[in-house]
């Protein structure tokens, strides 16, 4: 063999594992910002998955996932989301609601961020409107912040001679004092009484029940909040415990034995925060995506926790719910 030859081959062999690894360096990367932990969300994790699946993209094959998870602890996500911008990701899914969001606004006017929050992004100042969101960011308005008077409705149907109703609040959510104005509205205009409680860490919980009991509250409704819903199964249990009916957010609380939820599919929309992020690793630009907003909410009522606190579901409840677990 000739020298020219060997030499040849030689830079030859040379450049196999530059090419692998530009091949390697080529995949995108997401960054995945949540406020809450992985294993309670992991169904809605299940759903982004889908999402990206559905539009051409499988986490380590095509696309490499960042995860970052808050863990309930509002005050870490803007380190998290300047950790994740500064691993350059091509797009930043901003989940579990707006401490997330507003995190990976403040850490970039560039990346393109796909998010999901509660209440409405145009009054939060994200976007400049549905349709036409300006910027570098698009995604979902669940709107289950702005639910919590209809959520207080279905439990004073439920239970009509509920006289005080508590309401459990996290005062770290950016939306607790708009979900402490509705309520008061609300029960204002019902003619019942709101008792508010606050926690915003687990050390709270037992606190603030030990405290709904001490003022005879006849039900409760908790507030929609991301790191609520990260517990759902202690909030669950500690309402079963103290024989307390309660209304949630999501239909994963009833699944967990609580007595009623009233909301959107949250499965639905983490998937659609998957299926947006694929459109952005495609080319789509945030600006030509609207921001999208459900049409559709379930009522689902636990049975077995309805009996076990001694209560009757009206008839006509009964009929409105999408789905009763016996």
């Given at each position: 063999?000739?020298?020219?030859?060997?030499?040849?081959?030689?830079?030859?062999?040379?450049?196999?594992?530059?090419?692998?690894?530009?091949?390697?360096?080529?995949?995108?990367?997401?960054?995945?910002?949540?406020?809450?932990?992985?294993?309670?969300?992991?169904?809605?994790?299940?759903?982004?998955?889908?999402?990206?699946?559905?539009?051409?993209?499988?986490?380590?094959?095509?696309?490499?996932?960042?995860?970052?998870?808050?863990?309930?602890?509002?005050?870490?996500?803007?380190?998290?989301?300047?950790?994740?911008?500064?691993?350059?990701?091509?797009?930043?899914?901003?989940?579990?609601?707006?401490?997330?969001?507003?995190?990976?606004?403040?850490?970039?006017?560039?990346?393109?961020?796909?998010?999901?929050?509660?209440?409405?992004?145009?009054?939060?100042?994200?976007?400049?409107?549905?349709?036409?969101?300006?910027?570098?960011?698009?995604?979902?308005?669940?709107?289950?912040?702005?639910?919590?008077?209809?959520?207080?409705?279905?439990?004073?149907?439920?239970?009509?001679?509920?006289?005080?109703?508590?309401?459990?609040?996290?005062?770290?959510?950016?939306?607790?004092?708009?979900?402490?104005?509705?309520?008061?509205?609300?029960?204002?205009?019902?003619?019942?009484?709101?008792?508010?409680?606050?926690?915003?860490?687990?050390?709270?919980?037992?606190?603030?029940?030990?405290?709904?009991?001490?003022?005879?509250?006849?039900?409760?409704?908790?507030?929609?909040?991301?790191?609520?819903?990260?517990?759902?199964?202690?909030?669950v249990a500690l309402a079963a415990r103290n024989r307390l009916p309660a209304v949630y957010e999501f239909r994963e609380f009833a699944d967990a034995g609580g007595l009623m939820s009233y909301g959107t599919s949250l499965?639905?929309?983490?998937?659609?925060?998957?299926?947006?992020?694929?459109?952005?690793?495609?080319?789509?630009?945030?600006?030509?995506?609207?921001?999208?907003?459900?049409?559709?909410?379930?009522?689902?009522?636990?049975?077995?926790?309805?009996?076990?606190?001694?209560?009757?579901?009206?008839?006509?409840?009964?009929?409105?719910?999408?789905?009763?677990?016996?």
């Open positions: 063999m000739k020298r020219r030859e060997i030499i040849t081959l030689l830079g030859g062999a040379a450049a196999w594992p530059l090419a692998a690894f530009a091949q390697q360096q080529a995949i995108p990367v997401v960054g995945f910002l949540n406020s809450a932990s992985p294993h309670a969300f992991a169904p809605y994790v299940a759903g982004f998955l889908q999402g990206l699946r559905e539009g051409g993209y499988i986490d380590g094959q095509n696309v490499k996932i960042e995860y970052r998870w808050a863990h309930g602890q509002y005050n870490s996500l803007p380190q998290l989301a300047a950790e994740l911008v500064g691993h350059q990701v091509a797009v930043l899914v901003a989940s579990g609601g707006e401490p997330s969001v507003m995190a990976a606004k403040a850490a970039t006017s560039r990346t393109p961020i796909v998010f999901g929050i509660g209440g409405d992004p145009v009054k939060l100042g994200l976007v400049a409107s549905l349709g036409r969101p300006g910027g570098n960011i698009t995604g979902v308005s669940l709107l289950t912040s702005s639910l919590e008077a209809k959520r207080l409705g279905l439990l004073v149907e439920l239970m009509p001679k509920a006289a005080i109703i508590a309401v459990l609040v996290n005062p770290n959510y950016e939306q607790a004092e708009s979900q402490k104005k509705e309520v008061r509205e609300a029960a204002l205009n019902i003619g019942r009484q709101i008792f508010i409680v606050e926690a915003s860490s687990d050390r709270d919980f037992d606190p603030a029940f030990a405290a709904l009991v001490q003022q005879k509250a006849d039900a409760l409704v908790v507030a929609a909040d991301p790191f609520f819903n990260s517990r759902r199964n202690v909030l499965v639905g929309a983490y998937r659609q925060y998957g299926m947006y992020t694929a459109q952005i690793l495609k080319g789509a630009k945030p600006v030509d995506l609207p921001v999208l907003q459900p049409t559709t909410f379930e009522l689902v009522i636990n049975l077995k926790t309805a009996k076990a606190l001694d209560l009757t579901v009206p008839p006509t409840l009964l009929a409105r719910a999408e789905e009763v677990i016996e």
